[in-house]
């Protein structure tokens, strides 16, 4: 008999309760056995087992069914959209038996904060997770944890979007382009819901993809950040000109500008081919022309300190001389007419005398 529902459930090998779960099956006369197939949570609680003896005797059993946790859809929060500093509160309910702890994280273990001022948790504890003033940074993944000791855990994922107006910057707002090569603008936007984001030519004209632009989006971490990029291909001189990047979505506007101007290729610098300079010249002391007896041969030797250059001939040997050296010739040749004239002189009068 179970106690806990009055329900009579066999009487010797004679069974009772039309539940199909229930057996009776025994080891002789002197043991009996009751086996609950596939349990449920209502067959927990006291057991009796009795003999009609004179005086009566029984037995009593009691039966605990551990339950592993289950989520209670209609209590637990599913996805929220709340304004940027506004709250919002996020319940989770989960059965079972024992019950379930409740536990909140975050997916790749990022922080909850329940406040601006918060330093923030890995983990949260309880069925409610509340959250005052949000900011962007609080947006994402929520998971919500149930266990109780008795396997599987159960989760259930709760996402939280903060909805704000659109910010817009470009970082370098005057960016230089050679003619005839390719271009990225970058715009970075942070936003929620996304909206629309389109670029425009400084007059107005709104840039579609084509052969020579390209618009594509590039994620950069949470959901709400992210870059359009714009690709000019070939630049053209008509190409040198403002362009702004513009976000809208249902919460406000925004957009950013950036100027677009040539960058000239450097040139080559021409070179011209250069006499090396002439080494400074030394002035040395000439040597002074010796002369013979008049009687016999004599020789002279015109020395110069200037150096020489061999002629195409190989049989002619002149000396390099520039004007400077034509004036120091013309003084040794002066001063060897003088002294021969003197010597020539003397000799007369030496001879004259003699006669």
């Known amino acids: ?5 009055h329900m009579l459930i066999s009487m010797d090998r004679q069974l009772i309760t039309t539940d199909p779960r229930f057996a009776i099956s025994s080891n002789g006369e002197r043991t009996w056995y009751l086996t609950i197939s596939k349990v449920q949570d209502m067959d927990k609680g006291e057991y009796m087992c009795q003999i009609n003896t004179n005086p009566m005797k029984k037995m009593m059993g009691h039966l605990h069914v551990v339950v592993p946790p289950k989520i209670d859809e209609e209590f637990t929060s599913s996805e929220v959209t709340v304004r940027e500093n506004a709250n919002v509160s996020l319940k989770c309910r989960a059965t079972g038996n024992p019950k379930p ?3 909140w994280k975050r997916d790749h273990d990022l922080k909850i904060f329940t406040s601006p001022e918060d330093k923030g948790v890995i983990l949260h504890h309880g069925e409610y997770l509340n959250m005052s003033r949000v900011l962007r940074h609080m947006m994402g993944p929520y998971f919500c944890i149930g266990s109780n000791g008795v396997p599987p855990s159960i989760s259930k994922r709760i996402k939280v979007n903060v909805a704000f107006p659109p910010m817009t910057w470009i970082k370098e707002q005057l960016q230089g382009v050679f003619i005839d090569e390719s271009v990225n ?9 996304r909206g629309e984001v ?3 030519r400084d007059d107005g004209d709104r840039i579609e993809r084509s052969e ?3 618009v594509s989006m590039v994620p950069r971490g949470p959901e709400y950040r992210y870059d359009v990029v714009l690709t000019i291909h070939r630049v053209r001189h008509d190409d040198l000109r403002s362009y702004k990047c513009v976000t809208k979505n249902a919460y406000g506007e925004n957009e950013a500008t950036v100027n677009l101007v040539q960058t000239l290729r450097p040139t080559q610098p021409t070179t011209k081919a250069t006499r090396p300079p002439r080494k400074p010249k030394t002035k040395k ?3 002074t022309p010796k002369f013979s007896h008049p009687t016999k041969h004599h020789s002279t030797r015109i020395t110069s300190t200037e150096p020489y250059e061999e002629h195409p001939s190989n049989n002619e040997i002149g000396l390099y001389s520039d004007s400077t050296a034509d004036l120091k010739a013309s003084s040794s040749l002066i001063s060897f007419f003088i002294v021969a004239l003197f010597v020539f002189s003397q000799w007369r009068l030496l001879q004259a005398a003699r006669h």
């Open 1 to 5: 008999m179970h106690i806990n529902r």
């Open 198 to 200: 389109f670029w425009t």
């Open 285 to 287: 002391p000439t040597s």
């Open 185 to 193: 603008l970058t715009c970075e936007i942070e936003a929620y819901p």
């Open 212 to 214: 020579l632009f390209d």
């Open 101 to 103: 702890d409740i536990r």
